[in-house]
Every structure is written in C-alpha cells, then in structure tokens.
C-alpha cells in the first residue's frame, strides 16, 4: 500500500512541472509586496481625497473618455488620502500594474497619481508611451504646470492643468517615434 | 486486490510519463525570461551612463568648484561602464559583485552630486539642468524596476532547476547553474521625490515616470499547481 501512496504523491506533484515555477511568498522582498491598493474605478478618474469638484470632474471623466475614443490613450486621474507609508514612485507603478491602465497591445497608458497629504504627485507612463511621455517631459508637467497651482493651494487646477498638458501633447503626437524592445516584447506577450 | 494492484500499476506508469516532460522545457524557459530581465537591466544602467556627461558638464558649467566630486562621478562612471556582464557571468558571483559593487559606486557619487548642487540655487534654477536631473531620476527609477524584475525571475529560475521534478531535467539535461540576483537596493538607491513644502524655494526636480508600466498578468505570475 505504501508504494501506492508513493504513487499517488508523484502524481499530484507531477502536474507542476508544467506549470510556470511561483516565487515562494516568504521569499519575495519587502518593496515587492503590495501595499492596499484603491479598487479600480469604472471611469478614469478616482478622487478619494475630494481635490477635484463634482462638476469638474464630470468634466474631467469625459475628457479622458474623449482621449480614449480619439486617441486610444487610456490616462487615469487618481488621488489618494495615503500612500500607506510608500514611495510615490512604488505605489504609483503597483498601482497602474494592478489596474492594468490601457489595452495590453499597445501599452499606451497613463496615470496621474497626486496624494495630497503626502505633498506628492507622479505620472506614470507605460512603455507604450515612453517616447511621447518621456521622462523629461513628465518631469516639466509636473514642474511647471501642476506644482506651481499646488503651492497655490488649487489642487484641482492644478491636476487639471497637469492633465491638459499630456492630453496635448498625445494629441500632437501622431507618428510617436518606436518603442523600446523590451516594450514590444511585452505587447507580443500580450497579444 | 487485484484491482488496487493495477490500479497502481497505471499511476505509477502515468506518473513516470508525466516526469518525462519536467524540466526539459521550463528549465531553459525560466532561463531566457531571466535573461530578458537582465537585457533590461543592462539597458537601465547604460541609460543612466548615458546621462552623466552632460549632467557633469552642466554642474561644472555653474559650480566648477566642485572638483573633486565631478571627478568622482566621471571616474566611477568609467569603471562602472568598464565592467561588462556577459548572461554566463549572471551564474559567476564574484563577476555579477564586481558589477554590481561599481554601479553601487556610480549611485553613491551620483547622490554626493545631488547633495553638492543643493548649494547651488542658479543651477537649480535653470531648466535644462532640471530636465537632466529628471532624466536621471527616471533612468534610476528605470534600474530599481528593471532590478526588481530581474531578481523575480532570478529566483523563479533558481526555485524551478532545485524544485522536484525539474531539477531532474535541470541536473540531467541542462546543467543547469543557478543565477545571482542583486542584492536590496541600498537606501541611497532611493530618488528623492517632490516635497510641496518647501514654497518659495526653486522647485525640486519633479518625480518623473519610470516608463515601464507591464500589465498585471506580468507583475503576479501564475499561480503554480504544486
């Protein structure tokens, strides 16, 4: 009987070499476990710590589906009351990977992240978007258009503001240069 | 009797067929996807090299005072950029250290830079250094992400060529050597962010985005049966 039991084990066991080898969750480094993250809204915006009026962000809702329709850029507005004790940096991207913002084909995804009690804002950009949103890019619509309004105490104008800028930009950006290998390794993935 | 006697007869034989396949295709898969990972960590830091001699250029431009540091940032840029890992040395961990411990080098100077130019309230203010220091903060945005992707898979390939049944095909047909993966980023590693109370100072350099956003299904991999 013990031999059939032996049997039965390997059988069970057996399966798994199939199957794709999971990282044990003991194993996994602190940065790497996901903080609580906001459930994802059914429209692009989720304003949980109110910064934007109700009229503006009905706005703002139809704005971002107009972007979607028109350019198949999927940009979702998010603030939070709390980063949870997180960089801005980390939760933004567990966030948007969470989500999955945009159609996996394309990478084309984006997400503007303000957390008001921390004094923080990010936009994170999926590779999709990498060579239209650069870095340098990103960095001078926060600079310039978002954290100047900040200071002024008009988080939603300066969210707004934020906003317009990158939906300009995508929309002067027809012929966007091509994407890294990486990024289209992804998409075949996806595909 | 008889019937249990067959009966495991037939899983004995089926569980021997299905030991056939282990390892013989997962192992080298495993392989690749953490040799991918290493391609895009490659790709972070050589962004990240790419950015210094300007970044230097400008910092001399307005504090060419500061000597010794941009000395330090050039040379240990040359080093780290002088250390080339091949995928055979990803399994070599004196080789995979000596790289690591040089861009470990390059961030520690790069931050020493970033304390320095604090002092320096007409470099700050200018935009085209603004947008260089974005650059590099996205580019070490690029590296921890790459990083962490990298020791994922670092340490899904290794738990796949030790775990039963793969390591058969791991031992027997591959030779399969485990992989290195870095170690925790230190906390110099960690680029500053955008802090609003400081009004009426010159705006720090703004978060940018690490552009490297995967879907979901990417981050978490598949459940495994065992």
């Known amino acids: ?191 | 009797m008889s019937v249990i006697a067959s009966l495991r007869v037939a899983l004995v034989a089926l569980a021997a067929l299905s030991l056939t396949a282990c390892g013989i295709n997962s192992v080298p898969a495993a392989q690749e996807e953490a040799k991918a990972r290493w391609a895009d960590v490659q790709s972070a830091y050589q962004r990240r090299a790419d950015l210094i001699p300007n970044l230097v250029a400008a910092v001399r431009g307005a504090a060419a005072s500061e000597t010794t540091i941009l000395t330090n940032v050039t040379e240990a840029r040359a080093r780290a950029t002088s250390i080339n890992v091949t995928t055979e040395d990803l399994s070599n961990p004196a080789e995979f250290q000596r790289f690591q411990d040089a861009q470990n080098q390059l961030t520690q100077a790069l931050g020493q830079l970033r304390t320095v130019v604090e002092n320096y309230p007409q470099l700050q203010s200018q935009a085209r250094f603004a947008d260089l220091m974005t650059a590099l903060e996205g580019s070490e945005n690029r590296i921890n992400t790459a990083r962490d992707r990298y020791n994922e898979a670092v340490r899904a390939y290794n738990t796949e060529i030790r775990t039963f049944p793969s390591i058969i095909g791991a031992k027997i047909v591959h030779g399969a050597k485990p992989m290195v993966p870095f170690e925790a980023a230190e906390s110099a590693q960690t680029a500053p962010t955008v802090n609003l109370d400081n009004i009426g100072a010159p705006a720090p350099a703004a978060t940018p985005a690490a552009n490297d956003n995967a879907p979901a299904e990417q981050q978490q991999p598949a459940a495994a049966a065992n």
């Open chain 1, 1 to 191: 009987m013990k031999a059939g039991v032996l049997a039965l084990a390997i059988l069970l066991i057996a399966p798994g070499c199939s199957a794709k080898a999971d990282v044990p969750a003991g194993s996994r480094e602190p940065s790497e476990i996901a903080t609580s993250l906001p459930q994802r809204p059914e429209g692009p915006v989720l304003d949980e710590a109110h910064i934007i009026p109700d009229d503006a962000e009905a706005m703002l809702d139809k704005q971002l589906r107009d972007l979607w329709e028109r350019n198949h850029t999927a940009l979702v507005v998010v603030s939070v009351n709390s980063l949870g004790g997180d960089t801005i940096e980390h939760f933004s991207l567990q966030l948007a990977n969470a989500w999955g913002i945009g159609d996996a084909r394309d990478l084309r995804g984006l997400l503007v992240l303000v957390a008001p009690n921390e004094r923080q804002v990010r936009i994170e950009v999926s590779c999709g978007l990498e060579n239209v949103i650069t870095d340098v890019f990103a960095g001078q619509v926060i600079r310039e258009r978002m954290i100047p309004r900040f200071k002024h105490g008009n988080l939603s104008e300066g969210t707004l503001a934020g906003v317009d800028a990158l939906i300009e930009k995508l929309d002067a950006s027809a012929n966007p240069p091509p994407v890294s290998a990486s990024c289209r390794s992804k998409m075949k993935e996806a595909a």
